[in-house]
């Protein structure tokens, strides 16, 4: 590697294979190594773009490791409809008084509506998302050691 002004620091190789989330292999550090080399040979002001997106990444990752996981609902708004004075003791009993009986003045009605606070982690993903495709556009060979998702969903289809 070369001393001049776009140079790799000596935390960046692991940083690179954490921030694509390539497993821990000889062979993957190898081409950690030989993609970070290539770049700076062929491309030197490419290797300060990739710093600059390895620094950008830990920032969000050091966000995103500070930011909650769950935030409780908060109350907005809470309405009650209910009985105007409390209960009597006896109930009308006949068919008749029943009628007469306005029973929908107890009911107790609530009604509260909830809003979820704004979360920071999703807007904070996509733009580690878009760093990480950044990185991966100064060093595409890397591409290919990044672990593939696997699909949702699953499964063998029977015929019986």
Known sequence: ????????????????RSSLGIPVSAASIGAINRAMAELERNYPAGVSAAVGSLQRIAAIDKQLASTPVAAEP?????????????VPAEL????????????????????????LPQSTGP?????????????????PGLR?????????????????
């Not at 001049?4 to 960046?12: H, I, Q, T």
């Not at 998302?129 to 060093?139: C, D, N, S, T």
């Not at 290919?144 to 019986?160: D, I, K, M, N, T």
């Open 74 to 86: 908060v109350v907005i708004k809470t309405s009650r409809k209910g009985a105007a004075g409390p």
């Open 144 to 160: 290919v050691w990044q672990p593939q998702a696997s699909p949702r969903f699953q499964g063998l289809l029977e015929r019986s």
């Open 92 to 115: 009308p009993k006949r068919k008749l008084d029943v009628i007469e009986f306005a029973t929908e003045l107890l009911i107790e009605e609530v009604a509260t509506e909830y809003a």
């Open 1 to 16: 590697m070369t001393t001049g002004a776009a140079s790799w620091r000596a935390g960046d190789l692991e940083a690179i």
């Open 123 to 139: 807007s904070l993903a996509a733009q580690r998302r878009q760093q990480v495709e950044a990185l991966l556009l100064v060093l």
